[in-house]
């Protein structure tokens, strides 16, 4: 694949994700794709950790009935042989209690044969954590400024 076949197929992730377009995904995903979300399991309202395209379809299915997909700007992409990094800043309501959640998504995708086969993504987990709960946590000061 060329650098500008895999911004056109992330160009077209984020209108299929705002769009809850599970065909998209289905026709993207590998059949042993491997998804992987780093942060708090409790963050998240599928498991972190997934394998293969029925896994993942029905965790992108959970996370859509969970959380309303408000905003998914992409700050930067960059594509590199048959890898991706996007940096995103996204926006998502919370269906169960309406808390509106705003934050920072680092995301490294691998591609095959035109199919997604391994995507990671970092969330900026404290502060997401903090968004989901609807308080700030009490961390005592490590280091002195």
């Known amino acids: ?9 992330i160009d077209e992730w984020y209108v299929a994700h705002q769009r809850q377009d599970f065909e998209f ?11 992987t979300m780093h942060g708090p399991a409790q963050a998240f309202p ?17 996370i859509s009935e969970a959380l309303n997909l408000v905003r998914n700007v992409k700050r930067e992409v960059i594509v590199d042989g048959d890898k991706a990094a996007v ?11 309406g808390r509106t959640l705003v934050y920072r998504v680092a995301a490294f995708l691998r591609f ?5 086969t391994e995507y990671q993504s970092f969330y900026d987990s404290f502060d997401m954590l903090e968004q989901m709960i609807g308080r700030e946590l009490d961390v005592p000061d490590t280091y002195q400024y």
Do not use: C, H
Not at 47 to 60: C, D, E, I, M, T
Not at 112 to 116: F, I, N, S, W
């Open 25 to 35: 995904f289905e026709r993207l995903l590998a059949d042993d794709v491997e998804w």
């Open 46 to 62: 599928a498991p972190n950790a997934l394998y293969g395209k029925a896994a993942v379809l029905a965790a992108l299915r959970q």
């Open 112 to 116: 095959r044969d035109g199919k997604l």
């Open 87 to 97: 940096i995103s800043d996204r926006t998502v309501v919370q269906r169960s209690t």
């Open 1 to 9: 694949m060329t650098a500008s076949e895999i911004r056109q197929i």
